[in-house]
């Protein structure tokens, strides 16, 4: 695997012109590139994990190989937006790499970051124009609770309201493919399991890892059996697969990807 070079910590202004879209507005990013990959910009979280845990010498040095592996993803060669311990729907990967085909979208809708399930449930069910009944029915809300959903969900706009129906609004998109990376030192068996688990939201998992307990053979069995990617003392294994999973944890997990780069409580914007 090519090793990605580290260039200094830059504005946005000077990451974008490597990705195909604008990153938001105030993101200082650090850029990992190679000629042979695509380019990993990473960004710090602006919703850091509530309690850090302490990270063992020989899997912080594993870093460098999870950006190799962001840059060598599906689809990484227009470059990957990358933000270490990641706080996903579900668990916390310790990189997660979004390739960012409609970010400019999301980010011009203006609207800050859902959240909730519930919420992301009813955005997507709300594809036409729909009455607020039938939204809850459709979402899985009860009908004593979809009518406050559904007027904070305007007033945020992430819904457009028109003669007392509701649809989608335009901008509330999925930024793009998000992959989950776990890095452990040998513990194939547990790395694998959390994979797994990401796979319940992201796109794609990878687990990768520094050396090998077990024979490569089983480890690329177990892999290809929990639909992960493997990547072992910094060569590939088993190739990563995207598997979809529904349009509303894929919003859901993108919502989170989006506060991780501007804050859970804060209004989007891209620069111009």
Not at 17 to 22: D, E, I, T
Not at 132 to 145: F, I, M, T
């Amino acid at each position: 695997m090519t090793r990605v070079d580290e260039v200094p910590v830059l504005t946005n202004a000077t990451a974008e012109s490597m990705l195909p879209v604008a990153l938001p507005l105030g993101v200082q990013a650090t850029v990992f590139s190679a000629p042979s990959s695509g380019v990993v910009v990473e960004v710090p979280s602006r919703r850091p994990v509530l309690s850090p845990q302490f990270e063992p010498r020989a899997e912080a040095e594993l870093r460098s190989t999870l950006r190799d592996v962001a840059g060598a993803l599906p689809g990484a060669r227009r470059g990957v937006v990358a933000v270490e311990e990641f706080r996903g729907p579900w668990g916390v990967p310790d990189l997660a790499a979004l390739s960012p085909a409609r970010m400019q979208q999301r980010l011009a809708a203006q609207v800050p970051p859902l959240l909730s399930a519930h919420d992301c449930r009813l955005v997507v069910s709300a594809a036409r124009w729909t009455e607020p009944a039938e939204l809850g029915a459709r979402a899985g809300v009860s009908s004593g609770q979809v009518l406050r959903y559904v007027r904070r969900l305007v007033r945020l706009g992430a819904l457009i309201e028109e003669g007392g129906r509701v649809r989608r609004a335009p901008g509330m998109v999925t930024m793009g493919h998000l992959w989950a990376l776990e890095a452990k030192v040998d513990d194939w068996q547990g790395g694998l399991s959390q994979a797994h688990r990401y796979r319940l939201w992201a796109d794609g998992a990878v687990l990768v890892l520094g050396r090998a307990r077990v024979g490569v053979d089983v480890l690329a069995e177990q892999a290809r059996l929990y639909r992960v990617g493997l990547v072992v003392g910094g060569r590939w294994v088993v190739r990563p697969r995207v598997v979809l999973t529904d349009d509303a944890t894929r919003l859901h997990a993108s919502e989170h990807m989006l506060a991780a780069l501007i804050g859970a409580d804060q209004q989007p914007a891209a620069s111009a």
